[in-house]
């Protein structure tokens, strides 16, 4: 069973080491990975007072994941359909959902956030290279080294997603990356914005090509 003070880890920011190892794990320019950490990030994967990753509680996600059995008793963190309420603004109040529904069903509501700088979901555990979603979160609260290294396992499992980045295919990456809705919210046009931004950043530096 995992504690609240399992949350709070030591918010090691990430290294440019950090992204190298990624760009070179995904055999994509270091351009291309800094372009999606600009726009998918958003230049964090902690909070900076809690120490805790930051996160995004899906009570949709945990609804269906429990049967919906939890909806009636507990409809703040229990809900069959997505945008019911507002998500909580804080990230203390967000923790405070996701602890409510782990004393329901911690490895469901686990899987039910999203999570650190790339806010990868905790079912996708497997994906990201981990046996189990707590082993997944226990990984989230080391650092931001971490997170990138779970990102950059996530998008080797999708050979679509993959495909996309290192093609380039921005509207590709964001559709699978971010869902049908990624146009409604210029995924794909921020990322071409990031990407010839880091691109000339990585030229100048004399850091390689596109």
Do not use: C
Request: glycine residues 8%; aromatic residues 10%.
């Amino acid at each position: 069973m995992m504690t609240p003070e399992a949350f709070v880890g030591p918010a090691t920011p990430l290294a440019p080491a950090d992204l190298a190892a990624a760009a070179a794990q995904l055999q994509v320019s270091l351009a291309r990975v800094r372009a999606v950490d600009e726009v998918e990030s958003r230049g964090r994967g902690f909070h900076p007072e809690s120490r805790r990753p930051i996160i995004l509680f899906e009570p949709h996600v945990f609804s269906r994941r429990t049967q919906h059995r939890f909806d009636a008793s507990h409809p703040e963190v229990s809900y069959p359909t997505w945008n019911t309420r507002p998500y909580p603004p804080s990230q203390a109040q967000r923790y405070a959902q996701l602890f409510a529904a782990m004393a329901l069903d911690e490895t469901e509501a686990l899987k039910s956030a999203s999570w650190g700088r790339f806010q990868i979901m905790g079912l996708n555990h497997a994906a990201a290279g981990f046996p189990t979603v707590q082993a997944f979160v226990a990984a989230m609260v080391k650092g931001e080294g971490e997170q990138m290294g779970a990102f950059a396992r996530f998008v080797l499992a999708n050979p679509g997603l993959l495909a996309a980045l290192r093609t380039g295919d921005w509207a590709g990456f964001a559709r699978l990356y971010n869902g049908p809705n990624f146009a409604a919210h210029g995924y794909d046009q921020k990322l071409k914005v990031a990407y010839a931004r880091a691109l000339s950043a990585t030229a100048q530096a004399g850091l390689g090509a596109a």
